[in-house]
């Protein structure tokens, strides 16, 4: 199977030469083409895969850090926003193959089409070259994120706190909704809500890292809409 034009330039861009291209294409699919090969099910794979990457690398990069530290910077790499960043940066949008009302809506610079292309692409990657090339690439083009993360990371409780104390509301309130999962192994989900009605949850193994990951959630999304 061979590759349009846009896509065999997207690959170019991308810096792996796929020996099975039709996982490109399927990736650079979006359900608007009423296609049974959307990139819907190598989305749904290409985020955990990339979960786990850069989980990977912010142990490495900091053995000091605990999960309440940690989960934050996770979630702001590996969200739809960051993913669509990397995307926008390759041109990904341009290789997109979709329905002609999406397209022609302004599909191809939609963050949450970008973001979920992106995702498919690096499981394209991972089916096509294993493990080590999907880490690469992403080592590649997440590497300067990565290391933003960190060197600016801060508290995302304290964070939000000095947020809503500079806009003289009350300080954030932490929610304990549901815990699931053995003694061993439970699994915590905190909603964090600020008196102007804004909320977000987090879920995580601990309760302090629950909340660290609503605050982060909240804190982008205060951010996103100004």
């Not at 053995?63 to 910077?73: H, I, Q, S, Y």
Request: proline share 3%; glycine share 8%.
């Amino acid at each position: 199977m061979r590759l349009s034009r846009s896509m065999a330039e997207a690959a170019a861009r991308l810096g792996h030469d796929f020996t099975r291209p039709e996982l490109l294409i399927e990736a650079l699919t979006h359900p608007s083409m009423g296609s049974t090969q959307s990139n819907q099910r190598l989305e749904f794979l290409g985020d955990r895969v990339l979960g786990l990457v850069i989980s990977e690398l912010l142990l490495e990069q900091d053995r000091e850090a605990d999960e309440g530290k940690l989960a934050p910077r996770l979630n702001a790499l590996v969200r739809k926003e960051a993913c669509a960043e990397v995307a926008a940066s390759l041109g990904v949008g341009d290789a997109l193959r979709m329905g002609r009302s999406e397209m022609l809506s302004g599909g191809r610079r939609k963050t949450a089409i970008l973001g979920d292309a992106m995702e498919a692409v690096i499981a394209a990657i991972y089916l096509d070259g294993g493990l080590e090339a999907a880490r690469h690439f992403v080592i590649t083009h997440w590497a300067g994120r990565i290391e933003k993360a960190r060197a600016q990371a801060i508290d995302a409780k304290t964070a939000l706190q000095e947020w809503a104390q500079a806009r003289a509301l009350r300080p954030p309130a932490y929610v304990d909704l549901e815990r699931e999962g053995p003694d061993h192994a439970p699994v915590f989900t905190v909603e964090v809500r600020l008196d102007n009605g804004r909320a977000a949850r987090g879920r995580a193994s601990s309760k302090r890292a629950a909340q660290q990951m609503a605050a982060e959630k909240l804190l982008g999304e205060l951010e996103a809409h100004g």
